[in-house]
């Protein structure tokens, strides 16, 4: 069975990351439309390397929780017949154990160079404006995908959802595009579909809907995936 998951910060929140809904809109007080996107960065490029900052270090303090690491028993049995899509810059997926990630919206732990386009793995800060590894200019962004920028790996996203038999979404409120039309990509592919989600929204396009947290719905569903 090929199956196609998409989680969103629903996932992490019970490890203590909060989501972009629950701080009422607002990243550690930030409007996130006023701060993920590039014109926010060439503002007050300080004050978007010090969210991202914040956000990064916050990392270190908490843990995935029994979701990621169910997921990741998940890919031990499906292999390739799993393609786990997360909206999430953290890295809690690959710390609970899943090795096949695609980070359609970048990842807090890698820094990008505007000059020479080389990525790099980064666990501190990038307001003090470091030098790049690579090239020395001190040109670094945070890794991520900023509203208006390109998400990553959509050709092999794409193909995985026309491809797949099932299509799963976990956490996520389904607001931002691409990946909120990933369902409707599934449903035309002919897959089934379940939500797990706190509060499922009541108009879900999804087959089925399974509320509760997700350290409760995803191990009972990864259970049953693996009996
Ligand atoms: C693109 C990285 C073209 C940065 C993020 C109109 C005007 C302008 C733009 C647009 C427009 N219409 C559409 C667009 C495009 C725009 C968009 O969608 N805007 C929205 C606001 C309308 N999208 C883009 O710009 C994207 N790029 O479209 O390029 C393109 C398209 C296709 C192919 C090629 C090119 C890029 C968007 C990426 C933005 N970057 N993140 C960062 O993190 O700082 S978005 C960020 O917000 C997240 O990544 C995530 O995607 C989103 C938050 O959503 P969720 O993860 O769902 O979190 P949320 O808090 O909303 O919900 C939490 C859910 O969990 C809830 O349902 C809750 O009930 C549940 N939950 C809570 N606790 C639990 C739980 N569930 C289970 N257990 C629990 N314990």
Known sequence: MKVVVLTGAGISAESGLPTFRDADGLWEGHDPMAVATPEAFADDPDLVQRFYDERRAALARVEPNAAHVALARLEERLGEDLHLVTQNIDDLHERGGSTRVHHMHGRLRAAWCTTCDHRHEWTTTLVDRPA????????????????GEVPHDMDAVQRALFECDLFVAIGTSGLVYPAAAFVHYAIGAGADTLELNLAPDPVSDFAQVRQGPATRTVPAWVAEMLA
Not at 132 to 142: D, I, N
């Open 132 to 147: 790049c590894p690579t090239c020395g200019h001190s040109t670094l962004r945070p890794d991520v995908v900023w509203f």
